[in-house]
T-cell receptor, first 111, second 113 residues
Framework: LAKTTQPISMDSYEGQEVNITCSHN???????ITWYQQFPSQGPRFIIQ???TKVTNEVASLFIPADRKSSTLSLPRVSLSDTAVYYC????????????FGKGTMLLVSP | NAGVTQTPKFQVLKTGQSMTLQCAQD?????MSWYRQDPGMGLRLIHY???????DQGEVPNGYNVSRSTTEDFPLRLLSAAPSQTSVYFC????????????FGDGTRLSIL
C-alpha cells in the first residue's frame, strides 16, 4: 500500500484559497488518489478522487502532477464550515484494498 | 435516503461485557467495513466484507467478530470488552472495492470502564 504524508494542521481565514498537499512517493500504477473530509462527531465524507492531471467538482479541485508522487487538494474561498480534518488516501484500482486513513490534516478556518 | 445507519450512537460497557454494534445500509452496496478511530488518530480497519457470507480481517481484528448474512447488515461483535476497545467505531459501505468511494455512518461512541 502506498504511504501518504500530509501536514498535521493548517490555518486559514474565510475567503482564502487553501491548498493541502499529500505526498505518496511509492504510488502504484493502478492507484487512485482519494480525499475525504471529516467533521467532529461525524464519519468521513468523500470529497474528490483522481488518477492523473486535474479533477474539479462543486466542492474542490484535485491537482496531480505527471509523476503522481504527490497531489494537492484545493478548496476555493473557504468558509468557517470548511473547518475539518482532510484525509488523503491512495488505493488500488481493483479489488478490495485495506485503505489506510492516516492522521489527516486538521484545517482550521478563522473569521 | 438513510445511507449508512449505525446504532447505538453511544454505549458504556463494563470490562468483560459483550455487545453488538449494528450497521445497516440501504444502497445495495456489496462492500462493507468497520473502522475504529482513537483520539488524534486516523481510522484503522477492523474487519471488512466483500459480499454476503464473505468477511475478512483488517489491521486490528483482535477482540472483534463480524458476520454478513445479508447485503444490508454488517454487525460488529465485541466478545469480551476491554478498556483498550474504548473508541469511536465507524461503519462504511461502497459499491465496489479498491478506490470506490466509501459512505460512512456517523459512528458509535463506545466507552469501556
Amino acid at each position: 500500500l502506498a504511504k501518504t504524508t500530509q501536514p498535521i494542521s493548517m490555518d486559514s481565514y474565510e475567503g482564502q484559497e487553501v491548498n493541502i498537499t499529500c505526498s505518496h512517493n511509492n504510488i502504484a500504477t493502478n492507484d487512485y488518489i482519494t480525499w475525504y473530509q471529516q467533521f467532529p462527531s461525524q464519519g468521513p465524507r468523500f470529497i474528490i478522487q483522481g488518477y492523473k492531471t486535474k479533477v474539479t467538482n462543486e466542492v474542490a479541485s484535485l491537482f496531480i502532477p505527471a509523476d503522481r508522487k504527490s497531489s494537492t487538494l484545493s478548496l476555493p474561498r473557504v468558509s468557517l464550515s470548511d473547518t475539518a480534518v482532510y484525509y488523503c488516501l491512495v488505493g488500488l484500482n481493483s479489488g478490495y484494498s485495506t485503505l489506510t486513513f492516516g492522521k489527516g490534516t486538521m484545517l482550521l478556518v478563522s473569521p | 435516503n438513510a445511507g449508512v445507519t449505525q446504532t447505538p450512537k453511544f454505549q458504556v460497557l463494563k470490562t468483560g461485557q459483550s455487545m453488538t454494534l449494528q450497521c445497516a445500509q440501504d444502497m445495495n452496496h456489496e462492500y462493507m467495513s468497520w473502522y475504529r478511530q482513537d483520539p488524534g488518530m486516523g481510522l484503522r480497519l477492523i474487519h471488512y466484507s466483500v459480499g454476503a457470507g464473505i468477511t475478512d480481517q483488517g489491521e486490528v481484528p483482535n477482540g472483534y467478530n463480524v458476520s454478513r448474512s445479508t447485503t444490508e447488515d454488517f454487525p460488529l461483535r465485541l466478545l469480551s470488552a476491554a478498556p483498550s476497545q474504548t473508541s469511536v467505531y465507524f461503519c462504511a459501505s461502497s459499491y465496489g472495492g479498491g478506490h470506490q468511494p466509501q459512505h460512512f455512518g456517523d459512528g458509535t461512541r463506545l466507552s469501556i470502564l
